[in-house]
């Protein structure tokens, strides 16, 4: 064999085992991953010829698909869309979000766990279907969050998200404003691709799940993980009296730049009892805790909370909540009252709550309860699981103490249940923009003695003047709303 044909023939040989190991990477290696991706196109037409399974809330659907009579054989539909939106996002023919994406193996039919159905289905001659999915939502509470967050005047932009705190159950979220899954579902693509640039046109972000989304100063919430992290200190109690009066100059700071200051509430000269300085929401005491337990210490609390990290697997994408982690004096101060870099969701407050009513211990929050197949038959429940031990049960007991003081003698009093002991704290956050109103933000669990649920509430944006903007006044009767539903179940 001469030389050339020698050459041309080693060429081929490696074209094709090249081809051969790209093959195989794409068969085997990669096969997953495509068939995932939101925009494969082959995989969604193959998913509009058989029935996907619903998505439950209860035992109602809120995402099912029903028969067609066009060249798609089957129509997603969603019963009550701008309620659940948020949660159970959307499918089309162009990508997936929300429950949809999370859970598609499942509603597709496409998860070992439908191995079995699959199965039955081959031999029976059946139309393969998808299993269906079981939130976790309670339905009372989902309506009591939304029309609560809806009857606020004008273009409203906030959260409402509700816990169970002993196992993690993510009972209610809702985002405002919302959106028509229906629109993206349709079978007409044109429409459907306005549709979707409009929505992402929108200056309010109408896709955006603002419950695990968005992120925002959380204000006076977070004093909730600053007295939990001078309490954890051992230097105070829920007994103790701690730093007050009127302002408090940041260390290494001169001038107004750095004084603290109450905005005239009623935080005494000296020293003033925990309780007082809780009702009062006391800048001034909080800044000074703050910095008297020093940047590690704030870290290591907001950290076991769940801030500077992601823990919720089944719906995505989440936004990870902020602490700073490197800080001076000054700004160990600020990020004390909520304020600096620290940003929050609203999934992040309720966790914080509802870390302290089940006794210092975060459980994982989750919201697929369960996998059924395409009769419903459970195929797999959720387990909760612990995400970290934040606190001392002591220290849960002895900031329980404080809030449900807060709730009968201070600023949270509009979450007040006839009846019940509620634990609340109110906060309300400067935007840091001369144009972009305060945040209002509402955090509170119930009862507190035995809790079955803990809210969070974040306002971010309404028609309220710019002087009325209070998370006690907005955010306490929604939280007080959803708790009723709950407790009334």
């Not at 028969?67 to 659940?84: G, K, N, V």
Request: with cysteine.
């Amino acid at each position: 064999m001469n030389k050339p044909i020698r050459t041309i023939s080693l060429f081929c040989l490696f074209l094709f085992v090249a081809l051969m190991l790209n093959a195989t990477y794409l068969q085997f290696w990669k096969a997953d991953d495509l068939n995932n991706d939101a925009r494969n196109r082959r995989v969604i037409e193959e998913s509009y010829s058989r029935e996907r399974g619903a998505i439950l809330v209860g035992r109602d659907p809120v995402a099912e698909s029903v028969p067609s009579d066009d060249r798609f054989e089957f129509q997603r539909t969603y019963a009550e869309p701008f309620r659940y939106a948020p949660i159970t996002g959307y499918f089309s023919y162009f990508s997936q979000t929300g429950v949809e994406r999370s859970q598609n193996q499942v509603l597709s039919g496409e998860d070992p766990r439908l191995f079995v159905t699959k199965l039955v289905d081959l031999v029976t001659n059946d139309p393969n279907k998808g299993g269906s999915v079981q939130l976790t939502i309670d339905p009372e509470a989902q309506d009591a969050a939304f029309e609560g967050l809806d009857a606020l005047p004008g273009d409203v932009e906030g959260s409402v998200v509700a816990l169970d705190p002993s196992t993690g159950k993510i009972l209610a979220m809702v985002s405002l404003p919302s959106y028509d899954p229906n629109k993206l579902a349709s079978h007409d693509l044109d429409q459907v691709s306005d549709t979707y640039d409009k929505l992402l046109a929108d200056d309010s972000e109408p896709l955006l799940n603002r419950g695990i989304q968005t992120t925002l100063p959380p204000g006076s919430t977070f004093k909730l993980v600053t007295a939990a992290a001078a309490i954890e200190s051992g230097a105070y109690t829920a007994d103790s009296m701690v730093p007050g009066g009127d302002t408090y100059q940041l260390p290494q700071t001169s001038g107004e730049s750095g004084l603290i200051d109450n905005e005239g509430r009623d935080c005494g000269t000296d020293k003033i009892p925990f309780e007082q300085a809780m009702e009062n929401s006391c800048n001034t005491t909080f800044a000074a805790l703050a910095v008297e337990v020093g940047a590690e210490a704030m870290i290591k609390q907001a950290e076991a909370f769940g801030f500077n990290t992601t823990y919720l697997e089944d719906l995505r994408p989440q936004a990870e909540s902020n602490f700073p982690t490197e800080m001076n004096p000054p700004q160990t101060g600020q990020s004390g009252i909520g304020q600096f870099e620290v940003r929050s969701t609203p999934l992040q407050m309720a966790m914080v709550v509802a870390g302290l009513a089940n006794g210092g211990v975060v459980k994982r929050p989750y919201i697929v309860d369960e996998v059924q197949s395409a009769d419903l038959s459970t195929l797999e429940k959720t387990e909760d699981s612990d995400l970290s031990q934040a606190v001392s049960s002591s220290t849960a007991a002895d900031l329980t103490q404080l809030l449900v003081s807060t709730v009968d003698n201070g600023t949270a009093s509009p979450a007040a249940i006839p009846g019940v002991s509620v634990a609340g704290k109110t906060g309300t956050a400067q935007s840091g923009q001369d144009d972009v109103p305060p945040y209002a933000w509402f955090v509170s669990f119930a009862p507190a003695e035995d809790p079955e649920v803990a809210v969070a509430v974040m306002i971010e944006s309404a028609d309220i003047p710019r002087g009325e903007i209070a998370g006690g006044q907005l955010g306490g009767p929604i939280a007080k709303a959803v708790m009723e539903a709950i407790l009334d179940d």
